[in-house]
């Protein structure tokens, strides 16, 4: 990665979760400290790239399926470093019209996706922590271009497991902002999965990132359903995020669970 000028609050002396995600997924928004981590990771977990490249194949399909039943916003929480396939480019490829705002608590992850969606009118990107919903909805790049009285895809792809205790909180109060309608879709690492090697795995991965900016918190499935609370659960039910919407996508599950609720 080029060097700076970096923000001061940049702290470069350990791994940020979205940088090694961006790493993993072939990008080259990251730093040799968040390259170090992620060659840890997969000796912890040879499966983490390819649990990475499933995420990213996911919410591309649950931006389809929001937009085949007529959803037209999308709020992409811990939206990442942008790389191929981000949310305004796979809905702009059905309908330029489509609203979306990214939020993200990096800085880095910020400052390029405001250079990606330069002059887009469309689509914004606010640096705001996804444990305060009030300030996320709050926020002019939020408020100012999403209609909460109109259905909202509210995108929270791989980053609750970087919450910790505040997803449950967190989430009840966007739940409850959002319109009847409204699309909340999830994808979580767990080692609630039947392959007691792969359990294991994401368990080492959870130490992995312990010293790190981003720790890693595992939820059950049940805990994962739990997030949706009484928005009615969509498709096959919690699967793997390989199987979501259809089984059979993936040769392989990659021990993180998708939930996709509507409210009703």
């Given at each position: 990665m080029a060097?700076?000028?970096?923000?001061?609050?940049?702290?470069?002396?350990?791994?940020?979760?979205?940088?090694v995600y961006d790493h993993l997924l072939g990008g080259a928004h990251n730093f040799q400290v968040d390259r170090d981590h992620a060659r840890r990771?997969?000796?912890?977990?040879?499966?983490?790239?390819?649990?990475?490249?499933?995420?990213?194949?996911?919410?591309r399909r649950v931006v389809e399926?929001?937009?085949?039943?007529?959803?037209?916003?999308?709020?992409?929480?811990?939206?990442?470093?942008?790389?191929v396939g981000n949310v305004h480019e796979i809905a702009h490829a059905h309908d330029p019209a489509v609203r979306v705002a990214y939020v993200d608590c990096d800085p880095i992850a910020v400052a390029h996706s405001a250079e990606v969606i330069e002059g887009l009118t469309t689509v914004t990107v606010t640096r705001a922590d996804l444990t305060r919903p009030d300030d996320v909805l709050g926020a002019d790049g939020i408020a100012g271009l999403l209609d909460l009285d109109e259905p909202v895809a509210l995108l929270a792809i791989a980053c609750l497991h970087f919450t910790g205790g505040d997803a449950e909180r967190s989430i009840?109060?966007?739940?409850?902002?959002?319109?009847?309608?409204?699309?909340?879709?999830?994808?979580?690492?767990?080692?609630?999965?039947?392959?007691?090697?792969h359990a294991a795995r994401m368990r080492a991965?959870?130490?992995?990132?312990?010293?790190?900016?981003?720790?890693?918190?595992?939820?059950?499935?049940?805990?994962?359903r739990g997030l949706l609370g009484d928005f009615a659960l969509a498709g096959p039910g919690i699967v793997d995020i390989t199987d979501?919407?259809?089984?059979?996508l993936a040769p392989r599950p990659a021990a993180t669970w998708a939930a996709v609720g509507v409210k009703g």
């Open positions: 060097d700076g000028p970096w923000p001061d609050e940049l702290d470069l002396s350990r791994p940020n979760g979205a940088r990771l997969l000796a912890a977990n040879p499966e983490q790239q390819f649990g990475a490249q499933a995420n990213r194949a996911f919410l399926w929001c937009l085949e039943r007529g959803v037209r916003q999308f709020l992409d929480l811990g939206s990442g470093i942008p790389t009840a109060v966007f739940r409850e902002r959002l319109a009847p309608g409204s699309v909340l879709a999830i994808s979580h690492g767990s080692d609630d999965v039947d392959d007691a090697d991965v959870v130490e992995s990132f312990r010293d790190t900016a981003s720790p890693v918190t595992l939820r059950s499935r049940a805990e994962i979501w919407p259809t089984a059979g």
